[in-house]
């Protein structure tokens, strides 16, 4: 059996790790790195894997996934290059970081694919967009599609849509718990206790959610069912237009998108 590596148990990484353990990987065929030793011994303790340094955990490996901040790769590649097996696959969960950047640090010739995840892989529940590099195969491709599978659902994309899923997906889950925020406040100022507007905002966000993805229909269409003619929905989707929130999420998720474009730039280029 392989053998992949973590290089990074944060939030995102964590949430893999977990995630494929859940799903039964064998414990004995993952290692994770982290930067400091306390979080390894963490990490160790918590979920049962190896853990070591990133040199310990490229050397051990022959799919390494790196899971750190953007701005935290250019002090990961010269460590792990030296010690990658010849032939090992490298992917990114990193938000900006683009595979010839990964390349071109790494040894010729080295498989890199890129991929953009959420948080809803912590309830198998993820959205992972995957895109190849100049190195990487169909089975690479398949490689990288059956982790993210383990947590949540995976598409393979041109890489140049990744600042864009980046700014939809991969941020995405914030600015719906921003929404749930919004609600739940509302619910408190009309009077609800807050324990009980929590209760409402947040199963019908979850119907919501599946009712759209399990009825395959337009959310126009499920909008409008909900709008009864001069209806309470119609009365507060006015205001909505009236203080240009579609606009706003527009020009949030073009941030977001600009954002990622910028992350992992040279200084000098920023
Ligand atoms: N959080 C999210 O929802 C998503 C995150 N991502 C991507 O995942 C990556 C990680 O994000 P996230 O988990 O949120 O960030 P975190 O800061 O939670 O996790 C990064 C982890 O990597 C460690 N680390 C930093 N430098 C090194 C190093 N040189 N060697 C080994 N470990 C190191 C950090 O340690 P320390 O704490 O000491 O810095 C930390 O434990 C990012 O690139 C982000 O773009 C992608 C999609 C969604
Ligand atoms: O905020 C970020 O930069 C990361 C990438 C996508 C979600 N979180």
């Not at 799903?23 to 990490?43: C, F, M, N, P």
């Not at 750190?68 to 250019?74: A, E, G, R, S, T």
């Not at 807050?194 to 126009?220: I, W």
Request: charged share 20%; glycine share 8%.
């Amino acid at each position: 059996m392989s053998t992949t590596a973590i290089i990074g148990t944060g939030v995102m990484g964590e949430t893999l790790l977990a995630g494929l353990l859940r799903a039964g990987w064998s414990a004995s065929d993952l290692i994770a790195a982290d930067r400091r030793e306390y979080r390894r011994a963490e990490v160790e303790a918590k979920h049962g894997v190896r853990t070591g340094t990133n040199v310990d955990a490229a050397g051990a490996a022959d799919t390494v996934v790196l899971v750190v901040k953007p701005q935290d790769i250019p002090e990961v590649l010269p460590e792990i290059r030296e010690a990658m097996r010849p032939g090992a696959l490298v992917v990114s969960l990193c938000a900006g970081v683009q595979t010839w950047q990964l390349e071109a640090g790494l040894p010729d010739g080295t498989p890199v694919v890129r991929v953009m995840p959420n948080t809803p892989a912590q309830v198998d529940e993820g959205m992972a967009a995957i895109s190849g590099g100049k190195n990487a195969t169909p089975e690479h491709l398949d490689r990288v599609t059956a982790i993210m599978s383990a947590v949540g659902k995976a598409v393979t994309v041109p890489e140049k849509y990744q600042d864009a899923v980046t700014a939809i997906s991969g941020s995405g889950p914030a600015y719906l718990f921003f929404v749930v925020e919004a609600m739940i406040d509302a619910g408190v100022m009309l009077g609800l206790p807050r324990d009980v507007s929590t209760l409402l905002v947040s199963q019908t966000m979850y119907g919501s959610a599946k009712l759209l993805v399990e009825s395959g229909e337009h959310p126009t269409v499920l909008r409008e069912r909900v709008t009864s003619p001069g209806g309470t929905t119609a009365a507060a989707l006015r205001e909505l237009e009236v203080h240009r929130v579609k606009a706003a999420f527009i020009s949030a998720m073009e941030a977001a998108r600009d954002r990622s474009a910028h992350l992992a730039r040279p200084a000098k280029e920023k």
